[in-house]
């Protein structure tokens, strides 16, 4: 700015001065500020305009390195800081007394109550139970079970059962009633590190070879036959378990078996079982020691000459298994020595165990197969449990299973319905198979036995070398807890080396099930297919032998129950539904339409 004012001060001395009042120097100030202010306004304005006439332009802006923040560790402090307070104050005791007003109140303090949850009352637990029934063709039925808790360790099981019929079935003119008794007792004591327990029990069984062929015999003969079977067992054993032992448990079983026709039994088992550790695993090693001896009173044919039998085998079984979240395998071998002790001949046989498994799809898709054998211990016991109408004439030794491979898919269709396809290759020495016996029929049929199971109305047992192939499924549904059932099926065919035929084995069985329950009703179905069977009867000289073919047979099954209270059942069962005599062996028809009531008692002892 290039005008400016100049102001004249005289003072009363009158010489000049460049001062004046104190308001002409606010007013020249003031003048000097909005001076400068109108020049920078108008340099602003200069340069706004110059700019616009050149326009902004365009900058690069080069980025050298990205940034890349880091975070430092945290470092606690170690040092704990010294605290120096200079002033300190000493406390004081106070001494005084509490001095109590009464005072009228009416309130009454109580306690809460926690709100509690809505429970289902508590089954009421009996620890006995007792079962009576009756049926057409004389049937009786007893079922009685009792537990009793000496203490928190210790336990004693009782348990007593009976069936039995008077028989009457169409068309036999011999006696066909049963009867089987059965007495248990099991006394089990467990605590920390070990548990242990003892058994025992008899067997009281009554049987009829009432199975003779039709129109061969006249009634005075028929009239002669004693048809009559006993069985007697008696058995005893203990069992033993471990914690955290390289000896786990074991058991040991003895069992006296003998019938009313002279012939007799022992079995004794002893089993003791081994853990060793392998690493992270464990190595099983299960021991063997299982003896079988008998005497049955004279041959079928022609002779007093007793049948004498004893067998004893011994053998060890290592496993070693691994596994992971899709898969399991089973290593393993057993070693077994079996002594005939009745002949003096000995022999080691040797069988793979190994099993293998993994889940293609968890739960839905498991593929799995192995290979395994064993030394079957067979007895006179067992071909009497399994088929009742055996003569006590019969040839008892050991079935060699030498290896029985196997592969299979089982799984889920959907949660609720599981199923099982297997295929299996089994090579067997000594397999055994009833057979009918031959007629007793005068002194031309070379049989001079005169003894009630000798009229073709017994079965003997044969062994042979067999390989099979079988092929099985079954398809299992649970819809909830109150529904469930099942069907399977099994074909097999057999490739015999001695005898023409494997007889009485089906080619063909299926079974099937459903059981439901709702409210205080129960219900179930069982249901069971047998296909034809084969049978031979090699007889007199002046008979030609024949051959049977037994009939496939179907057999539904039935029971309801209802609960009349917490401790009174009422139940119906009812056998062979779809009706008809049907042959389970040759000759013996076995009982039509059968239904059976009764009642069932829940109690405390």
Known sequence: MKDFMRVNVYNTANKPRFFGSPNNVILGVLGLFLAGVSSLSAQEKDSTDLKNKEGIGTEVVNVVKAYTPTISD???????????????????????????????????????????LKRAPKEQLYNSYLALGVGNY????????????FSRDQRLDVMLTHHSSQGGIDQVELDDKFYNTALQAHYKMSDRYMNWGIKGGFQHQ??????????????????????????????????????????SGGEVYYRRFWDAANSGENRAVLSPKFEFPMGNEWVNLDVMVDYVGGEFDRTYFNGETPIKYSNLMAGVSPSFQLSGDDYSVTLGASIVYNQDLENSDGDFFF????????????????????????????????????????????????????????????????????????GTYRSVSNAYFYRSNSYHIGMDSQIVNDQGYAY??????????????????????????????????????YSMDDIYEPWNVPNFKSSAFASYFIGKWSAGVKAFYIGEREDFIDNPTWINPERYTLDGYFDLNAN??????????????????????YNRYVHYPVQDFQILAGVSYKFDL
């Open 456 to 493: 073709g109305n017994s079965f003997e047992v044969l062994y042979d070398d067999v390989s099979s192939i079988s092929v099985f499924g079954e398809i299992n549904v649970d819809i909830n807890r109150n529904f469930s059932a099942g069907v399977n099926a099994e074909y097999m065919n």
């Open 74 to 116: 945290a470092n606690k402090i170690q040092q704990t800081p010294s605290l120096s307070d200079s002033i300190t104050t000493a406390t004081k005791e106070i001494d005084y007394t509490i001095f109590s007003v009464p005072v009228a109140s009416t309130f009454t303090p109580s306690k809460g109550k926690a709100t509690g």
């Open 138 to 149: 004389n049937t009786a039925l007893l079922d009685f079970y009792t537990s009793y808790d």
């Open 351 to 422: 069988y793979p165990n190994v099993h293998a498994s993994y889940d293609v799809i968890d739960e839905f898709v498991t593929v799995y197969g192995g290979v395994d054998g064993q030394l079957k211990q067979n007895s006179y016991y067992d071909f009497a449990q399994e088929n009742p109408y055996v003569s006590p004439t019969i040839l008892v030794r050991p079935t060699d299973q030498k290896y029985n491979g196997f592969v299979g898919v089982q799984g889920r269709f959907l949660p609720n319905v599981g199923y099982n396809l297997k």
């Open 206 to 247: 009554i049987y009829n070879w009432y199975g003779v062929p039709a129109d061969l015999y006249a009634s005075q003969e028929l009239a002669a036959i004693d048809e009559k079977q006993s069985y007697y067992t008696v058995f005893i054993g203990g069992d033993i378990g471990f914690q955290d032992s390289y000896f």
């Open 560 to 581: 309801v129950g209802y609960d009349i209270t917490d401790q009174w059942s009422a139940f119906v069962k009812a056998n062979n539904i779809t009706g008809g005599a």
